[in-house]
Nanobody, 122 residues
Framework: QLVESGGGLVQSGGSLRLSCAASGRTSSNYVMGWFRQAPGKDREFVAAVTWNGGDSFYADSIKGRFFISRDTTKSTGYLQMSSLKPEDTAVYYC?????????????????WGQGTQVTVSS
């Protein structure tokens, strides 16, 4: 089970930190990723990190502004978002999958959270 939190309304240029609490078989040594889906658009990859945090990968659209991490002692992942823009407005989902390396396709992920809304006002 994955449970996201930390979403909300923020002004352009602001910051938010999303959390993803994992339990059960979702946390083990699985890769963790974040995706987002804006109204009327497909779900898109945002960032991913390996189970031990040793490797990460970011979408070009958020590179340099977002930072993904995880605390294996707490079975929790994080997405620190800075310099937010109105186009970052979306529902953000965390997901995990049985891969040792970072993967970017939604179909590579087995478990998904319910999503948390992030709204950036201009």
């Amino acid at each position: 089970q994955l449970v996201e939190s930390g979403g909300g309304l923020v002004q352009s240029g602001g910051s938010l930190r999303l959390s993803c609490a994992a339990s059960g078989r979702t946390s083990s040594n699985y890769v963790m990723g974040w995706f987002r889906q804006a109204p009327g658009k497909d779900r898109e990859f945002v960032a991913a990190v390996t189970w031990n945090g040793g490797d990460s990968f970011y979408a070009d659209s958020i590179k340099g502004r977002f930072f993904i991490s995880r605390d294996t002692t707490k079975s929790t992942g994080y997405l620190q978002m800075s310099s937010l823009k109105p186009e970052d407005t979306a529902v953000y989902y965390c997901a995990t999958g049985p891969h040792a390396d970072v993967v970017t396709r939604a179909t590579d992920y087995m478990y998904w959270g319910q999503g948390t809304q992030v709204t950036v006002s201009s």
